[in-house]
């Protein structure tokens, strides 16, 4: 009798605890994103908690509910904040020891310690987080702390992750030669660390991201560096077992060519692209140009031609990734012009576009009209010798040869930086100024410069400003502001982890209004792995036509010439300026730039260490990021970052000295960089 109501209770019990667990789990489902009913209505979006609110406000991010929507792809519904993350180069170097002497890279010498060596001068020996200006790469310590800094602060409010390469030390201690097989272990080390971060976690399935990272290719990835071959290669299928689960599998074939691909962030609506910048890099010595169809990067501009095409076809929009920024101070002119055109003329549905490299914290406008002349100005005998065309300076051959150089020391202690930003603003920032003061109807040119400069179908009289026309020729009216800022686009440079100067990253928020809007279902297109499919057959098929005469250099023929595929059309005329010219879905609101400050992470944490804390104690404590500055700081307007707001920025920048001192402090990282 006893045992049966032992029974009857256990049974009782065990069942009770079976509804509670039941209960919990159904209550934990329905909280969940996936299983929300669908309903746009302000009363779904999630109210923003008075404490998440301080947390975003501190960290400097614009408080705003996030939004919900149907993803096109999977039918289940997704937050989205409006925010991305981009960062790049961050070089870790697993031989940076703490107390190594700085001189020596940060890499422990034989024999005496580095302390005796120094004769006991701290200030030669490398902190455990890094020293700026310093020379030396990443400390394993800084990557990780780095990435623990984002994963607790930033993690929950973005999208997606834009990582632009360079995930290796230099190749500059000829004592500690980097090898093949330890730049494949550290790239597979740093990408394990992304994918631990942002994977879901709530799910078995790799791919399964809750927030999309999109890796791109930097001329330390690969071995030796600064070279890379059109694959398939050892080192792109590397690559692809390497970050297989960032890739999109229906790309598969085409990233083991050359390592660029697309990815689908919010399916139907927005795109990143990853370019493999290295094919168009004049520092690269197995690539030439972008002419003949046998180089890298011609077919790559192929590709992304056609892949435009299919974004624009589906109204859906996309930023441009890479490691190396796009300008002739990194690319080969042919393969730069043809990019920059590429960029201008999909300016209805390219946002921007985002790169590393030179550790720099800057913008650079690039005109696509210009750009376009450049290409039909170049007859086919010049065309293939353009860095030494009669456009260009003859003594700029010896520049080539520096910037070349360079590419091998960049990332390395700062030299001529200074130098090189006001290279910037005179070249790029002061044209600019030139441009829209013309533009200005009330402006009359008081010098000869300014007035060679004009069209050429309209004088104005130095002396009175009286407008006179050529002989017999149609009088043009003068470019309009709005004219000259739809030609344009921006390549945005970004600041690094590896302490070049201090480390930084940026966090990026854009217009989420009305997302829910004219929803583009995928079943309304072909799949993506039926275009790509479809597009290497095309590829192929173009490069197969008349391959051999293409490889010669191009002597002028007669006859019609076959159109250059690598060279886009203009932009229909039907087709709107896209976000990056008019505020609109997608468009560029703000950035957040973090940065931390070594300097002083180095006192706190040795000050925790003298106050009795353990090591990992006052490392926890010191190391952090902060916000060095956003864009509601001067010079930038704070209301939005579109191609115009660049712009004026840059006329700013040449008329106010105090502001272009700011501007150089911040692309220095606050670091308080100096030529010597």
């Not at 200030?123 to 990435?147: H, I, K, Q, W």
């Not at 919010?266 to 990853?274: E, F, H, Q, R, W």
């Not at 996309?318 to 300008?327: A, D, E």
């Not at 360079?406 to 100024?433: F, L, R, T």
């Amino acid at each position: 009798m006893v045992s049966d109501k032992r029974r009857s209770y256990t049974l009782l019990v065990g069942t009770l605890i079976v509804s509670l667990c039941g209960l919990y789990t159904i209550s934990k489902f329905d909280n969940h994103d996936l299983f929300k009913e669908t309903n746009y209505s302000n009363n779904e979006n999630e109210n923003v908690s008075e404490l998440l609110k301080e947390k975003l406000t501190l960290s400097g991010l614009t408080v705003r509910d996030p939004v919900y929507i149907k993803d096109a792809k999977t039918n289940n519904l997704r937050k989205i904040h409006g925010r991305f993350l981009h960062i790049t180069d961050i070089h870790p170097d697993r031989y940076y020891k703490e107390n190594a002497p700085i001189d020596n890279l940060c890499h422990p010498l034989g024999g005496k310690s580095s302390i005796e060596e120094n004769n006991g001068d701290v200030n030669y020996l490398a902190p455990r987080f890094g020293r700026a200006m310093s020379g030396c790469d990443s400390s394993v310590d800084l990557m990780e702390y780095t990435l623990n800094w984002i994963n607790e602060t930033l993690r929950d409010h973005i999208d997606f992750v834009i990582w632009t390469g360079d995930n290796i030390r230099h190749d500059n201690d000829r004592q500690i030669p980097r090898t093949e097989s330890q730049i494949f272990e550290m790239n597979e080390i740093v990408s394990g660390k992304f994918r631990d971060i942002f994977e879901n976690k709530r799910t078995i399935d790799p791919r399964d991201f809750d927030i999309e990272v999109v890796p791109s290719l930097g001329n330390n990835d690969v071995f030796p560096h600064n070279m890379f071959s059109l694959g398939p290669t050892l080192q792109t299928r590397e690559m692809f077992k390497i970050w297989d689960v960032f890739i999109p599998q229906e790309q598969r074939r085409w990233f083991d060519r050359g390592v660029t691909y697309l990815k689908e962030i919010i399916p139907g609506k927005l795109a990143v692209i990853s370019i493999n910048t290295l094919y168009l890099y004049k520092a690269n010595p197995l690539v030439d140009d972008c002419n003949s169809k046998k180089e890298p990067g011609y077919q790559l501009l192929l590709w992304l031609g056609y892949t435009l095409e299919e974004l624009r076809q589906r109204n859906m929009k996309v930023w441009l990734s890479g490691h190396v920024p796009p300008i002739l101070k990194n690319f080969d002119k042919s393969c730069c012009d043809k990019f920059t055109l590429w960029t201008h003329e999909y300016r209805d549905i390219i946002v921007g576009g985002v790169y590393g490299h030179m550790n720099m914290d800057h913008f650079i406008p690039i005109d696509g009209e210009k750009a376009r002349k450049d290409l039909e100005s170049m007859e086919d005998e010049t065309y293939w010798f353009d860095e030494l065309s009669e456009k260009q300076d003859p003594l700029d051959i010896y520049e080539l040869a520096e910037d070349a150089s360079d590419a091998h020391s960049m990332g390395a202690k700062p030299i001529n930086k200074v130098s090189y930003m006001n290279k910037v603003k005179a070249e790029y920032y002061q044209e600019i100024q030139r441009e829209l003061k013309l533009a200005d109807p009330q402006f009359t040119p008081l010098d000869e410069k300014d007035f060679e400069d004009l069209d050429d179908d309209v004088e104005l009289s130095l002396a009175g400003g009286k407008k006179k026309k050529k002989k017999q020729k149609e009088k043009k009216k003068r470019p309009t502001k709005d004219e000259i800022y739809e030609k344009y686009s921006i390549v945005n440079i970004a600041g690094s982890v590896i302490p070049t100067f201090n480390p930084s990253f940026r966090i990026w928020e854009y217009n989420i209004s009305c997302i829910n809007e004219d929803t583009i279902m995928a079943n309304d297109y072909k799949p993506w792995d039926t275009f790509f499919a479809e597009l290497e057959t095309k590829i192929d098929q173009e490069l197969s036509l008349d391959v051999d005469s293409d490889s010669l250099p191009h002597i002028a023929k007669k006859g019609k010439k076959k159109p250059d595929k690598t060279i886009p059309g203009k932009k229909p005329s039907e087709y709107p300026l896209g976000p990056a010219y008019v505020e609109q879905l997608f468009s560029p609101t703000k950035f957040i730039e973090y940065f931390a400050d070594l300097k002083q992470i180095d006192k706190d944490y040795q000050s925790f260490l003298k106050a009795g804390k353990s090591k990992a104690e006052a490392a926890e404590k010191a190391f952090k990021y902060q916000i060095e500055y956003t864009s509601d700081d001067k010079p930038y307007k704070g209301k939005s970052l579109l191609v115009k707001d660049f712009l004026d920025i840059a006329v700013e920048l040449c008329d106010d000295d105090n502001e272009w001192s700011t501007f150089l402090d911040k692309a220095f990282i606050s670091s308080g960089y100096k030529d010597d």
